[in-house]
């Protein structure tokens, strides 16, 4: 249809970086599936065997790449600095962690079938009413999605109603991560206290330690990272994609033009906790663990340096930086752990200083500046017609 | 037993068939009442910014289909007059009607702008980090809803609206340029633009030509004009030749309130305008 024609041409046109997902997509899709691929079929010991270790270990970078594209969706796109976002993750964690805990049963060290452990440590008689019906799996995943999903609906309602923007949102993101980690140490909520919920065998009766479940587990997380990665595109590159846009650019003039802005900012941070959510009830069973420490502001923090790095409003970016920056922890962590929050602050001050536009701001500059070199063909329609409009109009 | 029937009555009452509960009303988009030719009522509105009266009981009517210009020192009010006409700010006390059934002071921003009631900035404000062609395409007048936005596709006739909203502001060879590098007077146009893609009955424009060159000036001058008639203007500006060119009727605010109101020769001659005009370049 030449209506649909000619908005190509307009996306193109405007030549935004990260403006295609696909080929990112695909090229993920591909290194997970030869990533399994050589950790089923190779022996160990051969060069080309990648170990069920190296596999966990991505498929915990995928996770928070997952956490970054959420954060990247609300402050890139839409300017809503949040430094929470890892409560999100955390609950989304906590409500897969209580499933993986009832199916324990009677396997814990108490050998209680009901109680999971730490309750029976507490001297509890009976589950608490919010664990039940956490051992049915599909109970467990509407849990996923609904606690931060509301949590995020309420939180936002009451947040951009009353026109609470910038540092102050960002503050109050923070204190909600904060005073939920507090809440969730406490041995009283029920969720495990300081330790949190762990020991887990098995999910779904697969074996958690065995390689076809941990691969299994690697995969579904690439799945649903390219899912959210190519939804995130499908909704930047809608109308609403651009509302979201014009409401990180000028609020008010997005209102005048009669669109109910905060209606569009609530939906948007359910939609990115909800992502987050997702990523955390992934990572729990890969990881093995959670507890409130996930909760705590730096993890959130640190969240939005991934983001920044890997260049914010530029959704392949914000995975890009998540998986970069993770790589160089587990590698800094293993030479001089003391000194990674410092490598990270240098990181961020100089990626702040230098690169604005994150690392994938830097690809499309040094692919522009290539382009330039060349004469005509690299110079071709979008900036030379530019030029002419640029003459035309001045 | 008293009691019981009157407790059934409230029921029934409550329960009656043949209506339906107002919460349960849809919205209804209300169509403006011209029938008085008066398009825009503000009537005693009052308003103090911390004991600063910003607005003082003020009465200003605007007829439909006219072209009103604003115009008075820094701190008169005119501003602060859009404010209110667009639901930014509530005032103290007074009402404000559009048309003679659309009460402005129980709407939201949003709900006055899909009212038909358009605004310009005193500074240009336009999506600077997407295209010409964007930002006009933002500003359709179509259900802004957040689903509908997500589903949303460009008819051909949307289309064609925006090539001919394009025209109009002169911004054809720019449709793609990304709105932050035009000139300042094309932003200028760009918002006027943004505004007729709305379709909107009355047009507020704060200092439309700041900051322009003659020429440029010129064509907004023009482009007011066409649009007065068909959709009413209000402008708001300072240049007083510019608004000599283009005014019919020019009302003068002063601390809040209406100084004077007439054509341009009237108001010049008016001795409380020139009183309070040469008073204070004296």
Redesign the interface.
Known sequence: MS??G??QS?FK??GQPGGRVMPFVIILLVVTVLASALNLLTPEGSALHVSTYTITLLGKYLCYAMLALAVDVVWGYCGILSLGHGAFFALGGYAMGMYLMRQIGDRGVYGNPLLPDFMVFLDWQELPWFWLGMDQFWVAMIMVLLVPGVLAYVFGFLAFRSRVTGVYLSIMTQALTYALMLAFFRNEMGFGGNNGLTDFKDILGFDLQSDTTRIVLFLLTAGFLCAALLTSHW?MN???G??I??V???E??????????E??KV?LFVYSAVIAAIAGALYVPQVGIINPGEFSPINSIEVVIWVAVGGRGTLIGAVVGALLVNYAKTRFTAILPEGWLFMLGALFVLVTLYLPKGLIGLYSQLKQQLGAGKPAAAGTGKSS??A???G??? | MNMITERADQAREFFRPDQVWPFLVPPQQQSVDVSKQVLLYIEGVNLSFDGFKALNNLNLYINDGELRCLIGANGAGKTTLMDVVTGKTRPDTGSVYFGSNINLLEHSEDEIAQLGIGRKFQKPTVFEAQTVFDNLELALKSNKGVIATLLSRLSPTELLRIDEVLQIIGLQDQRFMLAGALSHGQKQWLEIGMLLMADPRLLLVDEPVAGMTPQETERTAELLTSLAGERTVIVVEHDMEFVRSIARTVTVLHQGSVLAEGSMDQVQNNKDVIEVYLGEEA
Do not use: H
């Open positions: 209506t649909s000619m908005l307009v046109d405007r909704i809608s109308r609403m651009k509302v846009l014009a990180r650019d000028s008010a003039r997005t209102r005048f033009i009669g669109y109910k802005t209606t569009y939906w017609s530019a002419k409009t640029e035309a109009g001045a």
